[in-house]
């Protein structure tokens, strides 16, 4: 896939979408601009299908795939929302997909992708192959394409057409000008989202969202030149717990976006807890962090509404029931 | 109010309603699919104003009282959601509201009551002033006007706007013909769908659902004229725990609905899990049952997809996380 994503992909990839993917609610409660003191709102992601917005870039990029190559098949690698979004779609178009995800993967969205249709190849994060081997193998032996998670023009033009559900809502209500924050692990989301903004709402403004310890993308954004994470390899948000921000997605970010804002582990928690009592939302770690970035970071922010994803939802019941008990803040 | 509820008096509140209650999404998996053995949609008024479908009630009966009595106030019993409703109705056009709360209401929804501005009167449900005398005397006293949960044919005709969105969206799915199951307590959402699908989608029979022990619809429907609870008055599905079907209610049920459904306690904590991890939604106990009803008990359906609601999230968070932990089944 040699295109570079631009408003005109995305709108190619809305085209593709339209039907297919959900147009996700974007919410409000008086309780949380409150907290923010100012007006917030959510883009409901967990609402679009498989649970997060993977969905959107998964079907946008298959559905680019050349008939004849597409129906060879598709392989990924993720730990669990790329994986369910790139099965469900293979599912739906009836092509086979081969997924690879590490053997921590959280048991759900395991079990999901395997629901899915796909077939799941478990490797060991320490162990001797790596899951780029293990992928260039499968792809070499069975003609399978591989979608990769983000560095992808297709996957980012599938995943701004979230940006552009944002315009549309936001202007409903009369918001033209607001910051934008996006949960961000590889920026795949974000690119998508700053690049539909830039064309659709220029009056808006892209901040990624990390997690404390895994802050590549802010420091990649001050550094102006891609900064790995340097810390721990695990932690509780791991749908967004990239090395490094991608080669297609870090220009995007660079020229449209930041700066950055990290959140901590009971930020993240707390704004798990009030997506589930003032959103009645069940919203995962990763996805949360834009939430609590809106509500605790405003500091960081230009006057005035604050736009947050909620980017994904497949928390684990465990996790998600010690959170709610105050348990694990 | 002498009016009598209909579909022209649905479709006046649809118009009232409009750009101030949330159009709510109806959505689906296949994972709940597959356990129903058939389509299975959800209606998500968890995601309505306050949590429930309760703010279209509330907001249409306010938004038809004359001006200068709406004016003067209103004044609601309610254990939690409607006096939710009627709380943030009457805060955004900024006229006074009492809720009259039973002492052992749910604390969040005590809560959220006061924080939509509304003044709350607790009363002891053992004790010897009932809650319609405190509500007389407060009409009385300072011009109030009451607004019933149910039994009110403005209440019914903010509650059928749901049913009217049931019926577009479902259309926009190519399912004209299904089983819709409410959630009912005093019967004013199932009325009100059931008045709003008469003219919309007549292709659709709405059977109410309600729990073991709290069947007093159910046993109505199958004797053709108005039955009592006579059970224990408290269970964990306070939203819907009422005495018997309403005046105003019940004549509409008998035409329009039925078979009713009952589920048990443990179908309502798997609905609630399944709602969580299939869905992301926070769904309380009473606002489960109808989706319990869809998933475990389809041989009291005609063949066909199934429509539920999910009326209300506002689940005490406690008590989420231990049916999420498995606590509490």
Redesign the interface.
């Known amino acids: 896939m040699s295109e570079i994503a631009s408003i005109a992909t995305i709108e190619a990839a809305a085209a593709r979408l339209k039907g297919r993917a ?1 147009v996700t ?1 974007l ?1 409000s409660s ?2 949380l601009d409150e907290i923010a003191g100012r007006p917030l709102y959510a883009k ?1 992601e ?2 679009q299908h498989t ?1 997060s917005f993977k969905f959107r870039g998964a079907w946008s990029a298959l559905s680019a795939l050349p008939p004849d190559l597409r129906a060879q098949g598709v392989v990924a690698f993720s730990s669990g929302n790329h994986a369910q979004g790139v099965a469900r779609a293979a599912q739906i178009m009836g092509v086979p997909a081969v997924i690879v995800m590490p053997e921590d993967a959280p048991e ?1 969205k395991v079990a ?1 992708t395997r ?2 249709g796909a077939e799941v190849v478990t490797y060991d994060r320490a162990g001797r192959q790596s899951r780029e081997e293990i992928g260039a193998r499968l792809q070499a032996e069975r003609g399978l394409t591989l979608i990769r998670p983000y560095d992808d023009a297709m996957v980012v033009s599938g995943q701004g057409t979230c940006g552009l559900e944002i315009a549309r809502q936001a202007a409903d209500r009369g918001v033209t000008e607001a910051s934008v924050i996006a949960c961000c692990g590889g920026g795949g989301l974000t690119a998508g989202i700053a690049l539909a903004l830039e064309a659709t709402a220029p009056g808006m403004r892209v901040h990624p969202a990390e997690p404390e310890g895994f802050d590549d993308t802010a420091r990649s954004l001050a550094a102006g030149s891609i900064q790995a994470n340097t810390g721990p390899e695990k932690g509780v948000w791991d749908a967004i717990l990239t090395p490094a921000p991608g080669e297609v997605t870090f220009p995007i970010l660079n020229r449209l976006c930041g700066p950055g804002i990290v959140v901590s582990e009971d930020e993240t928690y707390e704004a798990m ?1 009030l997506a ?2 003032r ?5 995962e770690p990763g996805g949360a962090v834009a939430l609590a970035a809106a509500l605790f970071h405003g500091d960081a922010l230009a006057d005035g509404p604050v736009i947050c994803t909620l980017s994904g ?1 497949n928390a684990d ?2 996790l ?6 105050g348990l694990a803040a």
Not at 320 to 325: E, G, I, K, T
Request: aromatic share 6%.
């Open positions: 959900r609610p919410l008086p309780f409901a967990v609402l649970g759900l999901n629901a899915f807890r589930a009592t959103l009645k939302l069940v919203v939802g019941p465990g998600h029931a010690r959170v709610m008990a």
